[in-house]
Each structure stands twice: as structure tokens, then as C-alpha cells.
């Protein structure tokens, strides 16, 4: 398994400002997902985050609105930037990792979230 | 585009009842189907499938995968007050050659049990 520690857990901010949320991992992964749960839907991926390169960004997400930051195997930040209201959501980090005979099934884990609201 | 589609939506039951909860999938590069319990925030990870008519148990949950139909079912027998959570499947995609992939989750179907 594995374990992320994610933080913080809940923020309450205000409208225009920035939120970064943190997520780290007790052993070295090469991707890091980030998703966005708004109230009543399903995760959403909002990037790919990959050690040593860019992220990969979904449909719909930019870079300046999300940055991310991957400066080793084991961490990584998203921005959350000029928030308004309707990014008030929840935030989860996660990665994948190859279990079972031959690596060949790929569980995925979870931080513990972020629960963003924005007034 | 990938899919992933559950239903229903929402279900509410009696404890003791039986439930089949559903999830239907058009994925490009299927590599599994996985099943999560959210509860709070973070999924808990409940099965995954890769073959299709192979059930998966774990107590009261079971869950089998259909490649042909492209489909998957959870079942939850004798339900209790503490299965009362979303149950999110997700369906794990490989992409390109460069052999990333990603998780692409269905909108989750809110069961609550009432005692």
C-alpha cells in the first residue's frame, strides 16, 4: 500500500485569493494525480503531475489557473488560483501503483483530501 | 472520449436488504475496473477486476466484470447502516505509448441504509 499525507484538510478562503495543498508520499512514485470533487459529482482529473517535466493537464484545466509543482518523486503541490466561489470543492491527491503477480494490476490511493470552500 | 457511467444515482434501502449497484463503461485502453467506498473524502479501495466472470468477495460485497457487455455490478448482501457511502467505480486507462495511465471515474451512486 501506500500512504499519502495530505494537508490541509479544510481551508475556508476568500474570493481572489490562492490556496496550495500538499500532498506527500511514503515512497518514490512517478505520476501524481490531482482531482476535483465539487459537491455531488464524481473525481474529476484535473492534471497528471510528473517529476522533472511539465503537467499534464484534462480538458478544461490550465496551467494558470492549477499550477502544480513535482520537485522530487515523493511530493507535489497544486494551486488552487484566484479562487471564486465555484471552486469551492474537494480536493484529493493520488497515485497508482503496480500490484500483484508481474506488476501487471495497478491499485490506486488516495490522500485524505482537502475540502476547499471559497466566499 | 472515455466513459464510465453509473446508476443509479442515488438508492436508499432497508438494512437486510440486498443491493446491485451498476457501472457501464466505453474506454479506449481498458487495463481494470475498480470499485471504492467514499465515505468522507478519500476512496477506499474495495476490489478490482481485470477478468470478465471472475466474482470478487469480501464479505458482504461481491463484485464481477463483463468485458464482452462492458459492464461491472457490486453487490452488498444483508446491508447495514455503516454501508451508507458513495461507491465510486473507476475504470483504469493506458494511454499511448509512452505507457501512462489514468483513472476515469463514473458520477458514484449514494446508497443510504436506514435502520
Known amino acids: 500500500s501506500a500512504v499519502i499525507s495530505q494537508k490541509p484538510s479544510r481551508d475556508i478562503c476568500q474570493r481572489g485569493t490562492s490556496l496550495t495543498i500538499q500532498c506527500q508520499v511514503d515512497s518514490q512514485v512517478t505520476m501524481m494525480f490531482w482531482y476535483r470533487q465539487q459537491p455531488g459529482q464524481s473525481l474529476t482529473l484535473i492534471a497528471t503531475a510528473n517529476q522533472g517535466s511539465e503537467a499534464t493537464y484534462e480538458s478544461g484545466f490550465v496551467i494558470d489557473k492549477f499550477p502544480i509543482s513535482r520537485p522530487n518523486l515523493t511530493f507535489s503541490t497544486l494551486t488552487v488560483s484566484n479562487m471564486s466561489p465555484e471552486d469551492s470543492s474537494i480536493y484529493l491527491c493520488s497515485v497508482l501503483r503496480r500490484m500483484g503477480v508481474k506488476a501487471m494490476n495497478t491499485e490506486a490511493f488516495f490522500g485524505q483530501g482537502t475540502r476547499l470552500t471559497v466566499v | 472520449e472515455d466513459k464510465v457511467v453509473q446508476s443509479p444515482l442515488s438508492l436508499v434501502v432497508h438494512e437486510g436488504d440486498t443491493v446491485t449497484l451498476n457501472c457501464s463503461y466505453e474506454?479506449?485502453?481498458?487495463?481494470?475496473l475498480l470499485w471504492y467506498k467514499q465515505e468522507k473524502k478519500a476512496p477506499t479501495f474495495l476490489f478490482m477486476l481485470t477478468s470478465s466472470g471472475i466474482e470478487k468477495k469480501s464479505g458482504r460485497l461481491s463484485s464481477i466484470l463483463d468485458k464482452k457487455e462492458l459492464f461491472s455490478i457490486l453487490n452488498i448482501t444483508a446491508t447495514q447502516t455503516g454501508d451508507s457511502a458513495v461507491y465510486l467505480c473507476a475504470v483504469d486507462v493506458y494511454e499511448g505509448q509512452g505507457g501512462s495511465e489514468k483513472l476515469v471515474f463514473g458520477k458514484g451512486t449514494k446508497l443510504t441504509v436506514n435502520p
Open positions: 474506454v479506449t485502453n481498458f487495463r481494470s
